[in-house]
């Protein structure tokens, strides 16, 4: 009987593949925020829970992809269109999952951890 290796299960990839895509809304909204004065930038947003829910329903055995979408956020007279509250806003409200998600994998390791003594 084989044994997988700690961390290889379904809910480890699920947990990872957030953590991914939380990683790359963060980096998305720091571009953002960085450009917030500059002509004719057009923010994005990411876009990864409609393909993390697909991989929970096929058992976390599915690729998870994190898009780039274009905000709807109104543009302004030199074209560019980041809202910097509803930036500053997104970049907590990330902040705060990724430390949920991180803690679950800290669990998960102490649960496994449990089982096995």
Not at 44 to 55: G, I, K, M, N, Y
Not at 71 to 79: E, L, R, S
Not at 94 to 112: E, K, N, P
Request: net charge negative; no cysteine; glycine share 6%.
């Amino acid at each position: 009987m084989s044994v997988p290796a700690i961390g290889s299960d379904s809910v480890f990839a699920v947990l990872n593949s957030a953590l991914d895509g939380l990683t790359v809304r963060q980096n998305v909204i720091a571009d953002n925020i960085a450009n917030v004065d500059t002509p004719g930038f057009r923010a994005t947003s990411v876009d990864f829970e409609t393909s993390l829910r697909s991989a929970i329903e096929n058992g976390g055995r599915t690729a998870v992809s994190a898009k780039e979408l274009p905000t709807d956020t109104p543009v302004g007279a030199n074209g560019n269109n980041v809202d910097l509250r509803k930036e500053t806003l997104a970049a907590t409200q990330t902040q705060f999952q990724y430390q949920l998600m991180t803690r679950a994998v800290s669990d998960r390791f102490a649960l496994i951890r449990t089982a096995a003594s």
